[in-house]
Structure formats: C-alpha cells, structure tokens
C-alpha cells in the first residue's frame, strides 16, 4: 500500500549528497513486507502529473536504489529499507521549492506505488 511520506523542509539542499530511506509495509501500514529482489523507480516531478521527470532512479542501475538492512515479520526486529541515493548533481540545477515524488514497485505483473509526496527542496546561502 501506498505511504505518503515527505521529505520534509529543511532536509534537503540543491546540490547536496543524501540517503532518502523509506519502510516497506502491507496494506496495514504496520506489517513488514520483504522487499528482497524488487525492481523499484523513484521519481521527481514539479507535479504529480508533468510529463518532465527531473530526477530518475531505478534498482537496475547499481547504486541509485538499495534494499538494506535485515527483514522480519515483527515490526520490532525488521530493519530492512528501501534506500535512494541523491548524488549532488541531481538537484544542483533544481530551484527551492516543494517538488512531488513517487517511489514504484514496477516488476512484471506487480506494479504499486509503494511511498508518494512532497519533496521538499530548501535554499541556503551554501552553494
């Protein structure tokens, strides 16, 4: 099931290196799933349906998407995350502002939206 899950203001900086990681869950938004072996995209848009994407990653292009940590079906013991890679060019050249992101289960026959919101993209006087 879909989680809205934001990248909260003050988090992010255009030109910066971060680690976005995101949980995995069932329907319930409570139960782990395993998410070991999933083709997974992640997307930014300026609005949920522009056509232009502004930063693409996938699991097919090492580095960009991982799957880490260890999964459990207890909530208290699974560590496991989806874990999306910025490199600093993927936002120099992006303006502050509220963008919107996707991350996309998309193997054949399975393709949900697994986390979806605002991308929240703060200024500084750091460049």
Known sequence: MAR???VPAKKLFPGENKKLYFPVTAGDNKTPEDASGWSIDFFVRKEDLSSTVLIQKSTTVPG???V???YDPDPAV???RIEVTL?????ALLKPRVYR???ERVDV???SVLAFGDFNLSSSAAR
Request: aromatic letters at 4%; glycine letters at 8%; hydrophobic letters at 35%.
């Open 78 to 80: 699974n560590t496991q």
């Open 4 to 6: 809205e899950s934001n």
């Open 64 to 66: 960009e998407i991982a």
């Open 68 to 70: 880490t940590g260890v």
């Open 101 to 103: 992101f996707a991350l």
């Open 87 to 91: 490199e600093s060019a993927d936002t």
């Open 109 to 111: 026959g399975v393709k």
